[in-house]
């Protein structure tokens, strides 16, 4: 019996099956998780971006350090190594440049299908509307609106007119009141007027003023005369 075999064919289903599970149950459709998996992927880089950088430094020194003791083949050796960790330090930015315009281009794309959502939701809403109202209906209600003012407006005229049932024959009325008047004149003017009772004229002379009296009233006179 094959059990190496049969053993193999399970580990590498199971490989498979966690591959595969990975990528679809970790909601790696998600947008937000996938650029916050892009940003640890980035961070990641930059660390060993860091720790290589700390390696071509020790590198240069260590090459300084053999050509002081005239080691020409350790020193060689060396920068052959400080050139390999610089050339991984330029795949590094390049990844990192990768990852970033990914980042750049899942967050510009999440934003768009959200703004698409949004204008799409509006459009319906206003479909929905629309479909509602009509701009027939619009014109229909205008219409009844301007309809129901005009009869507002006269229903308003009728009740200010005056409700008095002479008011056609005030001209008449007003030429009875004259005839009316001047016949009242007329007789007022024909009626014979009054006896005056006037006071008897005395018989006897006026008193007379004595000198006195007299000076005093011509003073009196001068007085009111000089004002």
Known sequence: MNWFGKKKKEA????????????????????????????????????REEHLQRKVDAMAVEAKAKMA?????GAMFAMKRRKLYEQEITKIGNVKMTLETQM???????????????????????SKIHSTVGIDQV??????????????????????QAVDPLCADEDDLMAE?????????????????????????????????????AAEMKKLEAELAGL
């Open 177 to 213: 009141l004259e005839a009316l008047g001047a016949d009242d004149l007329e007789a007022e003017l024909l009626e014979p007027s009054p006896a005056v009772n006037l006071p008897d004229v005395p018989d006897s002379k006026l008193p007379t003023l004595n000198t006195a009296e």
């Open 104 to 126: 750049m281009q899942l967050e510009s794309a999440a934003q768009n299908a959200e703004t698409f959502s949004a204008m799409k939701a509006g459009t319906n809403a206003m």
């Open 69 to 73: 003791k005239r080691d020409k083949k």
């Open 12 to 47: 590498s289903t199971t490989s498979k099956g966690t591959i595969s599970g990975g990528g679809g149950g970790g909601g790696g459709s998600n947008p937000a998780n996938t650029v916050v998996k892009l940003r640890e992927a980035v961070s990641n880089q930059e660390k």
């Open 139 to 160: 014109d229909d209600l205008m219409d009844d609106i301007r309809e129901e003012i005009e009869n507002g407006n006269e229903i308003n005229e009728a009740m200010a």
